[in-house]
């Protein structure tokens, strides 16, 4: 990692090539990234109609990127980042080659739509593969870029920059979406990446940052143990995986967009990037102000904040009101990204930023992806509204269990 250089502004600091360029091809790539869910989303649920199928597109992604996450981390850590990131790149490049054509109007003339639902399981599939590299990638190759005593600024920049096009791209796919087709939605997200592509290939490779001999799977011990060790982080990590788990409404929005709001494709991607939009407020924010004391308090009321704004979208029968539901559990999501984001780059030392990451990656996909998944299974059983306000429920009763019963992450302060 580099030094800070005396006499020299932080911003400037900061700001220096490199990490521009990581910035402005993330953002890229991730904007890129977040159009894909919503144009498979969409169009799975239009071919079949099933919101286990929906539920099904998270959980393909999930179990690969679960699977490799540990060993991800320890070949992160004993990689060059930048030639690890940029393989990783040309691939999902070529994995959403692959979604166009199978999601073309080609594909669904000239063949099943059973065909075409497990070709885009399998595709996805593939990038959760990747994902499990890319993940723990980008986090490590970070703490390379910027000073060490610019790391924290520079990680907030770094989710605001992710946030910004995590909004911006679900609200483009829609648009698209409802004025084109998918094929035409998808010629930007190829773009986008491929740019963001040859912007990384100008960053100089960095030294590996972990020379050590362990194996890998003693290499994935000591990232555990580590986790394990730091209560206050692991505490964390479990809060929202669980929260999230079962409070998350990601996975069901396309069916909500058509059959409850009845607002198609453009207000899905809307309703999408609404989360997202909540989180960047609230990071901004915490950037400026950041939290002082009681950080751990702070998480539980958040989290609690999260669930009940999921149960006031779940019973919301308006585009606008279920907007806002969404924006607001974004801004609570927001300061538990900001809080778990803290803790990891104050208390991971170099040397385990990959495994770490990947551990961290391990209960984001759990809560994410296995939560697509749970809503989908839960849609079908229960039906779609009672399925989110028991999703809702559920993340109310793990926040009052957690309270009580995990004392440690309660009195957390940095």
Known sequence: MSHSQPGKPLFKQIINKEFTLFIVARILFIAGLRMT????????????GSKLALGMLGLSEVIPAIALALPAGVRVDKSNKQ???TICMTLYLLLMMALALITSEWMRSHYTTQVIEWSIYFIMAATGAVRAYSGAGFNAFLAQLVPADALVKAASINSMIWLMAA?????????LMGYTNITIAFIPVLGLNLIAILLFMQIAPKPISWQGGSRTWEGVLEGVRFVWRQKALFGAMSLDMFAVLFGGAVALLPAFANDILHVGPQGLGWLVAATYLGNFIAIAWLTRYPMQKKQGKKLLFAVGGFGVCILLFALSSNFWLSFFALLVSGLFDGVSVIIRGTVVQLFVPDDMRGRVSAVNSMFINSSNELGQFESGVAAAAMGLVPSVIFGGCMTLLITAVTWFKAPTLRKFEY
């Not at 909004?167 to 648009?175: C, D, I, N, R, S």
């Open 37 to 48: 869910p919503v144009l498979l989303g969409w169009r799975l649920y239009e071919i079949t």
């Open 83 to 85: 030639r690890l990131l």
């Open 167 to 175: 909004v911006a791209g679900p609200a483009l796919a829609g648009l």
